[in-house]
């Protein structure tokens, strides 16, 4: 079995168009071995090597004409907001010029011609992509759940690390006002919140509210009734002395935050306080019916 040149080292660690692999010294029958993926068009890549999104942006790219831009999903999931699973794990890329530019299409490629300023568009190291908050006015026509906007929407303003703010996306939202999805991001912009810290956080938050029950108040924090502080609960019922807490996979698998969790529930439950634990496996219909229960428990009337 003859063995196959390595790649040049330009070439070994990252995605690459044909024509690059060729100036690097790359013969046409190398680059057409069956070790070499093509995972989008006029891309190729070796087949052991992790490729990252950010490397195949940049090498597709290289093949469009300036002015082209990353958007749409493929936007979001660069600047981390929070998608469905199978968004996140499609198998193309967005890309958006500006109107009356016709959008590119081919294979592994979704073509956009958008109404686009300079405004709306900024750079991720070398790829430029849509600001945060175009990204999720352009979301409002691919996500048809306004759930899913709203999920996204409290990532783009959470108070720790915000990509944008309210005053900015409801701009956006007026400015766009005409495009297809605007009514869902119009019902998804009073409901967003900055202080949500998780996508599963989010969406309890709004089983509660559809399911009827009471506004829940965001990242409580639980003084003993001498003053110390004890617990700062996801989301909260102060008025029906409750908490409730979303616990992810290391409070499973991480022993000193297991011992750390016992101690919490202790001392929440030595003040008169429920403390209701959700994980990640609870469907949220069954999460809404006991916290309804808890609180008619404890003294809410529907």
Request: proline letters at 6%; one cysteine or more.
């Amino acid at each position: 079995m003859t063995r196959r040149a390595p790649l040049p080292i330009a070439l070994q660690h990252s995605a690459f168009a044909f024509g690059t692999g060729r100036t690097a010294g790359a013969s046409e029958h190398r680059l057409r071995a069956s070790d070499i993926i093509r995972p989008f068009w006029g891309t190729r890549a070796h087949a052991d090597e992790p490729l990252t999104l950010h490397d195949l942006c940049r090498t597709v790219l290289q093949r469009l004409p300036p002015g082209t831009v990353i958007s749409h999903t493929t936007a979001a999931l660069l600047h981390a907001i929070p998608l469905p699973t199978k968004l996140e794990q499609e198998h193309f890329l967005h890309l958006s010029v500006a109107a009356p530019t016709r959008a590119q299409h081919a294979r592994g490629i979704r073509g956009h011609s958008i109404r686009l300023s300079d405004d709306d568009v900024q750079w991720f190291q070398d790829v430029p992509l849509t600001t945060p908050t175009r990204t999720w006015c352009d979301l409002g026509s691919i996500l048809t759940d306004v759930n899913d906007l709203i999920v996204a929407g409290d990532r783009l303003l959470y108070w720790k690390d915000s990509l944008t703010n309210l005053a900015e996306l409801a701009a956006a939202v007026a400015r766009h006002r005409r495009q297809r999805g605007s009514a869902r991001l119009t019902a998804a912009l009073p409901e967003l919140v900055d202080r949500a810290e998780s996508p599963r956080e989010s969406r309890v938050r709004l089983a509660l509210i559809a399911g009827g029950l009471p506004r829940p108040v965001l990242n409580y924090e639980l003084f003993s009734s001498s003053g110390l502080f004890i617990a700062r609960g996801d989301l909260a019922y102060p008025e029906f002395r409750m908490l409730l807490d979303y616990e992810g996979e290391h409070h499973r698998v991480d022993r000193q935050q297991w011992n750390r969790d016992l101690t919490r529930f202790n001392d929440i439950q030595d003040e008169d306080w429920y403390s209701m634990r959700i994980g990640s496996e609870h469907a949220l219909d069954d999460v809404v019916a006991r916290v309804r229960a808890a609180l008619i428990r404890r003294g809410w009337r529907p």
